[in-house]
Antibody, heavy 122, light 110 residues
C-alpha cells in the first residue's frame, strides 16, 4: 500500500529557504506513469498546486511560484523534495506531498501524504 | 490567467441530492481538462473522489458521481449523509500541463 510521509522543519525564518522531503513507500519514484508533486494549503484557505516532477527530471511548476521553487527526486532514497526560497509569512501553510498520475487521458493526484505545517516566523 | 470557480458554500438535506460545479473564468470545461474532485474533512489530507471527469477512485461509494454539465464539471452526491459535510475541491488540467484547484465548496448537510 502506497504511503507518503512529509518531513522537515516546522518553522522557517522570513527570507530563508523552506525545505521538505517526502518519503515514498509501497511504490517506486521511478514509476513510468507517475509524477511526484507538492500542494499547499494556507490556514483557512484552499488548495494550491506548487509543482510536480517526473523521476527523469522533467518538472512542471505553478507559474506564480516558479521563480522560487525547486522540486527534485532522489531515486536512490525513493523520496522527493521541495525547496521554496525567499519565504514570507504568506508561505505559511500545510504542505502536502502527493502522487500525481499523468497519463493517457488522466491528470490527478491519487494519493496524498498527511501534510506538514510550516510556519514562517522570526 | 484562467481561474477555476466553485460555489463557496452549498447545503443539502440528509438523504437529498446535491450537484457542485467547477468552471473556468475563461472558456468551457471539457474532457480534456481531466477534472478531478477531492474531499477534505477538517484537519485531514484531501481524499481523491473522482478523476478524468467521471471515474470514481477506488473505494469511493457510487453515491458520488462526476460529469460535465454544460460548460462546467460537476460532482453529484446522492443520498447525502452527515459525514459528507466537509469541503470539496475540484482541479483542472490546463494548457502547459499546469494544475489549478478551485477555491473549494463547503458543504453543509442539514
Amino acid at each position: 500500500q502506497l504511503q507518503l510521509q512529509e518531513s522537515g522543519p516546522g518553522v522557517v525564518k522570513p527570507s530563508e529557504t523552506l525545505s521538505l522531503t517526502c518519503s515514498v513507500s509501497g511504490d517506486s519514484v521511478r514509476s513510468s506513469i507517475y509524477y511526484w508533486g507538492w500542494i499547499r494549503q494556507s490556514p483557512g484557505k484552499g488548495l494550491e498546486w506548487i509543482g510536480s516532477m517526473y523521476y527523469s527530471g522533467y518538472s512542471l511548476y505553478n507559474p506564480s511560484l516558479k521563480s522560487r521553487v525547486t522540486i527534485s527526486v532522489d531515486t536512490s532514497r525513493n523520496e522527493f523534495s521541495l525547496k521554496l526560497n525567499s519565504v514570507s509569512a504568506a508561505d505559511t501553510a500545510v504542505y502536502y506531498c502527493a502522487r500525481h498520475e499523468k497519463g493517457e487521458q488522466r491528470d490527478h493526484f491519487d494519493s496524498w501524504g498527511q501534510g506538514t505545517l510550516v510556519t514562517v516566523s522570526s | 490567467q484562467n481561474v477555476v470557480t466553485q460555489e463557496p458554500s452549498f447545503s443539502v438535506s440528509p438523504g437529498g441530492t446535491v450537484t457542485l460545479t467547477c468552471g473556468l473564468t475563461s472558456g468551457s470545461v471539457s474532457t480534456g481538462n481531466y477534472a478531478s474532485w477531492y474531499q477534505q474533512t477538517a484537519g485531514r489530507a484531501p481524499r481523491t473522489l473522482i478523476y478524468s471527469t467521471n471515474i470514481r477512485s477506488s473505494g469511493v461509494p457510487d453515491r458520488f458521481s462526476g460529469s460535465l454539465l454544460g460548460s462546467q464539471a460537476a460532482l453529484t452526491i446522492t443520498g447525502a449523509q452527515a459525514d459528507d459535510e466537509c469541503d470539496y475541491y475540484c482541479a483542472l488540467y490546463l494548457t502547459g500541463g499546469i494544475v489549478v484547484f478551485g477555491g473549494g465548496t463547503k458543504l453543509t448537510v442539514l
